[in-house]
Every structure is written in C-alpha cells, then in structure tokens.
C-alpha cells in the first residue's frame, strides 16, 4: 500500500507531515535544495510522497492538517490522478523533470 498526497494539499503545503515521517519519503521539504534538479518547496503548488520510500507507516495521515493524505485503497475517485503526479516527483529513485507538472 502507498500513500498519496491529494488535492487539499494544494497551495496548503503544510509540512507537518515531512517533520514525522521516519524515512524522509515526503518532499520537498522547506529550506532544502535537491542535487537532481528537482523543484523546492517555494517552486511546487503542493508536497509529495516517494513511494519507491514510502513505509506504509501512516505517520502522515493524523497530522495533515488539511485532510490530504490517504492510502492508496481509499484514495476518493475524484483524485486518482494524484497517484500519478506523486509518482512522477520522483521515479525510480530519481526526479523526473520531464514526467513533473509545472507549477
């Protein structure tokens, strides 16, 4: 099971969910810049969950303040496509900047 960052995360990039993660699988994370290139937190409209990390701890989900974090079975329908956008942060291991949404 993954977890995936949904739409109320939108332009709410509250971090509260990259300060308990225990596998630092949630990014970008404030004040940190990326030696693959991929964008900051000041340059994304939301954050996102590397599922190539991600432990299926669940850490995340009580502390999003904006209700953004679901697994990935009950992740509501309207927001499927947010699986994709979650996985195209990072791909196997790696940004992917021609995979990634421009903000």
Known sequence: ?????AEPCVGT????CV???PVDCIHPAKNRTYDDGRPTFEQVTQLYIDPTICIDCGACVPVCPVTAIFPLEDL???????VEIN???VDDGKFQADKFPKA
Do not use: G, H, L
């Open 1 to 5: 099971m993954a977890y995936i960052i």
């Open 76 to 82: 509501p329908e309207k927001w499927q496509s947010f």
């Open 13 to 16: 990039k509250d971090t509260a």
């Open 19 to 21: 300060d308990v993660c």
């Open 87 to 89: 996985a195209n942060y």
